[in-house]
């Protein structure tokens, strides 16, 4: 039994090696050239406890130059809404492509840097690598958001979605259209206190 599993983590472990990767060169090629996102934007619960949404994502098909699997997507965790994620991914498992976060956009998450700067509960940026993956990032100054946490008012989510697709030239075609995650769907107002800090 234990030999059985042992063949089956080894070729796991072959087949992962054989995934495309991509490359530093690669991945800043992808953002400087951009693409179009011209589909709707469609939110699924990703992640659910004791029967109850606790995760919403979208993912938008981006069509470039280049023909690569390219996706930009947003991720809201429901019992913190003011803590989501944007994000442009490349690769696809299924085209054994090892898939890398290209670009990733944290609203008031956390994050320390390799150096030991540190993001309490702060906005910041991810820049990919290939060493060091997400590791590194920085504090944006071009995303349209109340800082604090919880924010005054909830976010304009469109709005964000927006800019950060502008950042990573990501043109929005005819066929974009914007649906709100439906956060108020999951949560009645009365029973949660979605805009408090937990």
Same mark, same amino acid.
């Given at each position: 039994?234990? $030999?059985?599993?042992?063949?089956?983590?080894? &070729? +796991? *472990?072959?087949? #992962?090696?054989?995934?495309?990767?991509? !490359?530093?060169?690669?991945?800043?090629?992808?953002?400087?050239?951009?693409?179009?996102a011209?589909?709707?934007?469609?939110?699924t619960?990703?992640?659910?406890r004791n029967?109850?949404?606790?995760?919403?994502?979208?993912?938008?098909?981006?069509?470039n130059?280049?023909?690569?699997?390219?996706?930009?997507?947003?991720?809201?965790?429901?019992?913190?809404?003011?803590?989501?994620?944007?994000?442009?991914?490349?690769? $696809?498992?299924r085209?054994?492509?090892?898939? &890398? +976060? *290209?670009?990733? #956009?944290?609203?008031?998450?956390?994050? !320390?840097?390799?150096?030991?700067?540190?993001?309490?509960?702060?906005?910041h940026?991810?820049?990919?690598?290939?060493?060091?993956?997400?590791?590194?990032?920085?504090?944006?100054?071009?995303?349209p958001?109340?800082?604090?946490?919880?924010?005054?008012?909830?976010d304009?989510?469109?709005?964000?979605?927006?800019?950060?697709?502008?950042?990573?030239?990501?043109?929005?075609g005819?066929?974009?259209?914007?649906?709100?995650?439906?956060?108020?769907?999951y949560?009645?107002?009365?029973?949660?206190?979605?805009?408090?800090?937990?």
């Amino acid at each position: 039994m234990a $030999d059985q599993r042992m063949s089956r983590v080894k &070729e +796991s *472990v072959e087949a #992962l090696a054989a995934f495309r990767r991509l !490359t530093d060169t690669e991945a800043e090629k992808l953002i400087a050239q951009g693409g179009l996102a011209d589909e709707p934007v469609v939110w699924t619960v990703t992640r659910t406890r004791n029967g109850r949404p606790t995760e919403i994502r979208t993912k938008v098909r981006v069509d470039n130059p280049s023909s690569e699997r390219v996706f930009i997507g947003g991720r809201i965790i429901l019992e913190r809404p003011w803590e989501s994620h944007w994000v442009v991914v490349w690769g $696809d498992r299924r085209h054994h492509e090892d898939p &890398e +976060s *290209v670009r990733r #956009l944290d609203l008031r998450d956390d994050h !320390t840097n390799p150096d030991g700067e540190v993001w309490d509960r702060r906005t910041h940026k991810h820049l990919w690598s290939a060493e060091m993956n997400n590791r590194v990032a920085y504090t944006p100054d071009d995303i349209p958001h109340d800082p604090a946490v919880p924010p005054v008012s909830p976010d304009d989510y469109r709005a964000i979605f927006e800019a950060f697709a502008a950042e990573v030239h990501v043109e929005l075609g005819p066929e974009y259209e914007w649906s709100d995650p439906p956060i108020e769907e999951y949560f009645d107002a009365a029973e949660t206190t979605m805009w408090e800090v937990p």
